[in-house]
């Protein structure tokens, strides 16, 4: 009896060696190319909600719908903006928009980003104000 027990003990141990290996070789390693999201409700978003004038004469504005917050430069296309805190946001193309003062100023980082075909250098920055 004590010879079959011993012999099921070292059949489970080494069964559970046999996955450990087994488990090594199927890991799969994940990696998330967007930021951590902020959730912002649209009330947050009102402050923000204006035209700015850019230092080089442009200008861009900031509107929401439906919890869904967008800037657009002059008259060009309506981007959507991601909120990561309560006064940045990110593009999917990567430009940083950063509101200060109360949503009087506002700081972008890779402008060249947000304007498709733009002859900018890479990390272009601007600010605006109202």
Do not use: W
């Not at 004038?53 to 719908?65: A, D, K, M, Y």
């Not at 309560?86 to 940083?96: I, N």
């Not at 928009?97 to 272009?124: H, M």
Request: hydrophobic share 40%.
């Amino acid at each position: 009896m004590k010879t079959i027990l011993a012999g099921i003990a070292a059949s489970l141990a080494l069964s559970s060696l046999m996955t450990v290996a087994h488990a090594e070789d199927v890991s799969v390693q994940i990696t998330s190319k967007s930021p951590q999201r902020y959730h912002l409700l649209e009330e947050d978003f009102y402050n923000f909600k204006s035209v700015y004038g850019l230092e080089n004469g442009q200008r861009i504005s900031f509107t929401s719908r439906m919890n869904h917050f967008y800037t657009q430069l002059d008259d060009g296309k309506r981007i959507r903006i991601y909120p990561i805190s309560r006064t940045a946001f990110l593009t999917e193309s990567g430009a940083r928009i950063e509101f200060r003062d109360q949503g009087e100023t506002v700081g972008i980082a890779n402008f060249e980003k947000l304007v498709p075909d733009s002859q900018l250098a890479a990390n272009t920055s601007m600010t605006a104000r109202r």
